[in-house]
């Protein structure tokens, strides 16, 4: 069964970054990307970047400029996403995906609050 | 990158039908056949409804349809039922290589 575990929740201060994992199980974990969207309280999905977990190279969103990177390690079959600079706008749940045709799995999601 | 735009809200009574838009740019709806569709319950992970604009995942009822005409795709949900109130997202990619999500459409079933 596949599944993407993601790491625990995050509170940090402005200024500040964050790095969440997310953890592969269930299927080659370098045959999809990984991608990571947010979603604010409230707000919308949005988009921050996919990773191919085969060659390791990334794509951002243009609406994050620097601030997000997005790694793996193949031999642990997890994804990491740093966000840094972090601003109260940031308050988000973050998930890590699959999204490629019907091979759509979704992590739990991981909470990170900024808050002086 | 710009969000693709879906109504805030629609509704209907069960049974109806109702339809919800998402339009985009000849960049990302009307470049490739990618549109997906997702239902997302409060507190929950979005769920698949819809991908390459009108397949269907298993498991998802035949109730669900999706369609497109140039730079807009629509999904429909027909005989409208009381679990299908949710908040619901179209995304696609764009010939940047990048993924796009819709501003959400909240649903409510009457």
């Known amino acids: 069964q596949v599944h993407l575990v993601q790491s625990g929740a995050e509170v940090k201060k402005p200024g500040a970054s964050v790095k969440v994992s997310c953890k592969a199980s269930g299927y080659t974990f370098t045959n999809y990307h990984v991608h990571w969207v947010r979603q604010a309280p409230g707000q919308r999905l949005e988009w921050m970047g996919w990773?191919?977990?085969?060659?390791?190279?990334?794509k951002y969103s243009q609406n994050f400029g620097d601030r997000v990177t997005i790694t793996r390690d193949t031999s642990a079959s997890t994804a990491y996403m740093e966000l840094s600079s972090l601003r109260s706008e940031d308050t988000a749940m973050y998930y890590c995906a699959t999204l490629r045709g019907t091979f759509n799995t979704w992590g739990q999601g991981t909470m990170v609050a900024v808050s002086s | 990158q710009s969000a693709l735009t879906q109504p805030a809200s629609v509704s209907g009574s069960p049974g109806q039908s109702i339809t919800i838009s998402c339009t985009g740019t000849s960049s990302d709806v009307g470049a490739y056949n990618s549109v997906s569709w997702y239902q997302q319950h409060p507190g929950k992970a979005p769920k698949l409804m819809i991908y390459?604009?009108?397949d269907r995942p298993s498991g998802v009822s035949n109730r669900f349809s999706g369609s497109k005409s140039g730079n807009t795709a629509s999904l429909t949900i027909s005989g409208l039922q009381a679990e299908d109130e949710a908040d619901y997202y179209c995304?696609?990619?764009?010939?940047?290589?990048?993924?796009?999500f819709g501003g959400g459409t909240k649903l409510t079933v009457l």
């Open positions: 390459d604009v009108s």
């Open positions: 995304s696609s990619y764009t010939i940047s290589n990048t993924l796009v």
């Open positions: 990773i191919d977990t085969g060659n390791g190279y990334p």
